[in-house]
C-alpha cells in the first residue's frame, strides 16, 4: 500500500511540474505533521510534531469502549519501519528526530480487534516533517 502511494505522490508532484507548476513541492500534496489527525468510519489516528522534532502519534477509537482488545501498528518514516507494537490497549508512541531524516514522510498502519470482535483497519495516512 505505502509503494502505491509512494508512486502515485511521484506521479502527482511529475505531473504538477510538466504543467509548468515549479513550485510543486510535497508539502503541496502531502499535509505537514505538525498537528493532524486521519479519520475514519469507526476511529482516527492522531500526529503531532513537537519543536524539537518529536513526532507523537495515537490510534483512538471514537467509541471509547471500543479501544480494548488487540492492537498491531506498524509506524513507517520514509518506507522504513521505525516502531512496531503489538498490545491489547490504545496505542501511542512517538518518533525520535534522530529517526526523522530531513524531508520526511511519516506513516502508520494499524489492525484492531475490539472486545464484541468489530474488526477496525488503518485509514489511509501520511504526513510529511520538514
Known sequence: MQLKF????????AAGLGAG????????????????????????I???????????????????????????VHVYVNNRKVDDKTQDYQPHGSISPRDLPSSSFVSIEAWHTDRFGGEHYFVPNQCYVP
Open 46 to 72: 492522531n500526529v503531532r510534531t513537537s519543536p524539537n522534532r518529536y513526532v507523537a502519534w495515537n490510534i483512538a477509537m471514537y467509541d471509547s469502549w471500543s479501544n480494548d482488545g488487540p492492537w498491531k
Open 6 to 13: 509512494v508512486v502515485l505522490l511521484l506521479s502527482l508532484l
Open 21 to 44: 507548476s515549479a513550485s510543486a513541492s510535497p508539502t503541496s500534496v502531502v499535509p505537514m505533521c505538525d498537528d493532524i489527525s486521519f479519520k475514519g468510519n469507526t476511529g482516527q
